[in-house]
């Protein structure tokens, strides 16, 4: 008995003191808030890729051929080969031999596009190929970059009639051999002017490899509306599939086609054109299939017009033709934010009640009006690039010469240096013009010679003396856009102290012609002035005027443009006087040589990753360099703030959280619900449920969402679905619309109206994201799941609660039957 009353008695206490430790510990971390976290969308699948990787040896088996042991280890991948259209697609590849240094003479490749029989592929006639840059042409060998044929340099090329170059009148008897080019429409010419330049052709006469063996390059894929003798994407005769086109990369080793070394000819350089037999037969071809370039809508349907920003256009164009099914076309007008949210509470006719914007409309704009809000788009505000390494011999990263750069990371100063042209490159006589009060020669003469972009940088430390951007490419006009990256400088103590006028670690300081701007303390700027009026005149005996900031450093029409420009690597400056031309005037000096491109464009994300380019690290304001990934995108669109108008989120640079990218743009459509025809209601309540529907699903065709953009988060969906109940509830004067004109009906349950103090009343659809909206069967939710985590505290609770209650029980036993042990 003593010994069954002792067991009882120790089971009790031990059970009491675990019940209580785990009923306090668990209670205690259930009720501590799980860490906050960007909320990531699961609504929409990933984009499914079309990129292919092809090893050389695919194709190309006989260890015996003249160029086996030089290519057999080379590998090329494509990242799109599917759905494109005029875009850029990016090419690298693996396992190739290393370019020679300075020109090309060895070891490179070759590419092109070419129209071909979807059966049998492209000949040589019919690839854009021969018009390469004059300065390049100069650093290769004979006839390597052109489409003429030696008359005894390959044994396996057969020199046929229909290669024989007419001779001339005057030397009848002179014999020279070519490939002509042959259009998709049959056209043939020996002069490849009567269809493409090298202005307008897409060629790479030759691009450099590492001597790890690697390589990148973005390469611009043509439609049948920018090549038309190449008809990419066009109709094909008896098929309902737009025409496909073709992808051509040729390998160059170190012997020419007879199989002489490339060191016998006088240059040490190979000659031969890629297109000759022997050359041809290494090459890698790849299949590329095209959008269709023909009108997608219907004819004779009714138009709907929309207007808006430019950070949504690429997806309301990929948008567009999956709409147009039913019976209404949507017209896209780009337009500026600020012109878009007056057009919608404009009373001109024609205007629309729908637009595009990042921040919501003022109070004093809105008035009387209902204006609904629907999130649209996530995406981001990005710097993108396309620089090579240009290396000085003695650089520690010499390896990487003439390939290109895979990192930049910039700062708000570094940014605010490059758009107030304090760089003396940026300046117009390298700030040496006219006025004197232009003269900023104590400053670095560019990016590569500033140390605070060289310590977070230091890559960049052996780039030749030559190389530097022309400037950073910027679109006219304002935006939102503009206005998040004022912002972003302003909330950076150390970027905003630059715009005030002081000077940096350095001594570097603000051009002059900037600090009237009073750019710090600006928060309504929402362009990019180029304030710097000086002048430079080369010599006063050339009879050429002085150019000017606009000629030096233009501005581009928009962030398109500023991104096809980077990939180009031609920032469009005019600074070549051209005595001929009529009148007389400055003329494009052209695209940087490949080996040497630095091109810095300030653009959005989807237009960077049309044009397959890279973007910048940007440092936020916690000090981190953050990529503009879309896990970044989303904490950046995380820690947006409340505006003004509930529901809509503003951007919040100053939020110092790691993770985030500083220049996120949340777009937002704004409706003037009651101004807006019963047909307006009916066309933008198709678009927003397309647009929050399966127009968030990321991939390349049509109607889906490119490249570039984040797929919506869930709540945001919600908020744009119950936006679209709020619309349809107002068609016939009633909802939203009914409180309005009589004030005898009060707002339905998913309408929020708020007072903006000025006798109006917007109404925002805020819905609470732990219910489903009342309107719609779809938006109903499940009780939230507790994750696995939460999961194990709550076992823990419900097993030491009893435990708890148990022990005092078991313990009393105990002392009972010790009693009943002491009386017997």
Avoid at 77 to 104: C, D, E, M, Y
Avoid at 482 to 510: E, K
Avoid at 514 to 535: C, E, M, Q, R, V
Avoid at 759 to 777: C, F, K, L, R, Y
Wanted: hydrophobic share 40%; with cysteine; proline share 7%.
């Amino acid at each position: 008995m003593k010994s069954r009353a002792q067991l009882f008695t120790r089971l009790g206490n031990a059970a009491l003191v675990i019940g209580l430790v785990t009923s306090t510990v668990s209670a205690s971390l259930l009720l501590i808030p799980e860490p906050a976290r960007a909320e990531i969308s699961s609504a929409s699948p990933s984009a499914v890729s079309s990129a292919v990787t092809v090893p050389w040896t695919a194709s190309h088996t006989d260890p015996t051929s003249l160029d086996y042991d030089r290519f057999k280890d080379l590998s090329v991948s494509v990242s799109q080969t599917a759905n494109l259209t005029n875009q850029g697609i990016r090419i690298s590849w693996t396992g190739s031999k290393p370019t020679s240094p300075g020109q090309f003479a060895t070891d490179y490749l070759q590419i092109m596009q070419c129209w071909g029989e979807a059966s049998t592929g492209p000949t040589p006639q019919q690839c854009q190929w021969g018009a390469p840059n004059p300065v390049l042409n100069n650093l290769m060998g004979t006839k390597a970059s052109g489409r003429s044929l030696q008359a005894s340099g390959d044994p396996n090329q057969v020199l046929t009639d229909d290669l024989k170059i007419p001779p001339p009148l005057t030397n009848p008897n002179l014999r020279a051999w070519a490939f002509p080019f042959v259009s998709v429409k049959g056209e043939q010419s020996f002069d490849v002017a009567n269809f493409f330049s090298s202005q307008t052709s897409n060629e790479v006469s030759a691009v450099r490899t590492g001597l790890d063996g690697t390589g990148s390059i973005a390469f611009e894929t043509q439609t049948s509306l920018e090549a038309p003798h190449l008809g990419c994407g066009g109709a094909v005769a008896g098929s309902s599939n737009p025409r496909s086109c073709w992808l051509v990369i040729v390998p160059r080793g170190q012997t020419n086609a007879d199989g002489s070394p490339a060191s016998t000819d006088a240059s040490g350089r190979l000659v031969g054109s890629p297109l000759s037999a022997t050359i041809w037969a290494n090459r890698i071809v790849v299949k590329l299939q095209f959008q269709s370039v023909a009108t997608s809508c219907p004819l004779g349907n009714a138009e709907q017009r929309v207007v808006g920003a430019e950070v949504v256009s690429e997806a309301v164009t990929s948008w567009q033709p999956a709409l147009c099914n039913d019976t209404t076309t949507f017209g896209f007008s780009q337009i500026g934010d600020s012109e878009a949210r007056t057009q919608i509470v404009s009373d001109v006719a024609g205007g629309s009640k729908l637009g595009f914007f990042a921040d919501p409309l003022p109070s004093s704009l809105v008035g009387s009006k209902k204006i609904v809000y629907a999130p649209v788009s996530q995406s981001a505000i990005v710097v993108a690039y396309s620089i090579d390494y240009d290396l000085i011999s003695t650089a520690a990263n010499y390896a990487s010469n003439g390939t290109e750069v895979g990192s930049l990371t910039l700062n708000a100063r570094l940014v605010a240096k490059l758009l107030t042209q304090s760089y003396r490159y940026d300046v117009p006589g390298g700030g040496n013009g006219v006025p004197a009060s232009s003269v900023i020669t104590a400053n670095p003469r560019s990016i590569l010679n500033d140390p605070e972009f060289l310590a977070l940088n230091p890559q960049f430390a052996g780039f030749t003396s030559l190389s530097a951007p022309e400037g950073l490419m910027v679109a006219l006009g304002s935006s939102d856009a503009n206005a998040h990256v004022w912002s972003w400088l302003r909330s950076d103590p150390i970027a905003n102290s630059f715009l005030a006028g002081d000077a940096d670690d350095w001594g570097m300081t603000i051009n002059p012609q900037y600090k009237s701007l009073a750019l710090s303390g600006s928060a309504t700027t929402d362009s990019f002035p180029k304030a710097d009026l000086s002048t430079y005149q080369a010599s006063p005996d050339v009879p050429a005027p002085g150019f000017g900031t606009l000629n030096m450093r233009p501005y581009m029409n928009d962030m398109h443009e500023a991104a096809y420009r980077a990939l180009k690597a031609d920032a469009n400056v005019k600074i070549v006087w051209d005595e001929f031309k009529a009148p007389p005037a400055f003329v494009a000096a052209g695209a940087q040589l490949p080996g040497h491109h630095f091109s810095l464009a300030l653009t959005d994300s989807a237009s960077a990753a049309r044009y397959g380019l890279r973007t910048a690290k940007l440092v936020n304001a916690a000090g981190q360099g953050v990529a503009p990934t879309d896990a970044a995108i989303l904490a950046g669109i995380s820690v947006m703030k409340d505006s003004d108008v509930p529901g809509v989120k503003v951007v919040d640079p100053s939020a110092r959280t790691l993770g985030v990218y500083p220049l996120p743009m949340l777009t937002y459509a704004g409706v003037n619900a009651c101004d807006a025809t019963a047909k307006q209601i009916a066309d933008y309540t198709n678009l927003l449920g397309f647009a929050s529907g399966a127009g968030q699903v990321a991939g390349d065709a049509k109607g889906q969402l490119p490249r570039g953009y984040v797929p919506l988060t869930d709540s945001f969906l919600k908020q744009a679905k119950t936006s679209v109940a709020t619309l349809k509830s107002s068609v016939g004067r009633k909802g939203i619309c009914a409180v309005a004109e009589t004030g005898a009906s009060g707002p339905t349950p998913s309408e929020t109206p708020t007072d903006l103090g000025t006798g109006g009343t917007t109404v925002i659809p805020t819905p609470d994201p732990e219910q489903g909206s009342s309107n719609s069967g779809a938006d109903k939710t499940t009780d939230q799941q507790l994750p696995p985590s939460r999961l194990s505290l709550a076992a823990a609770l419900a097993l030491g609660i009893p435990t708890m209650i148990a022990g005092p029980f078991l313990t009393r036993r105990g002392r009972r039957l010790a009693s009943l042990e002491d009386i017997g």
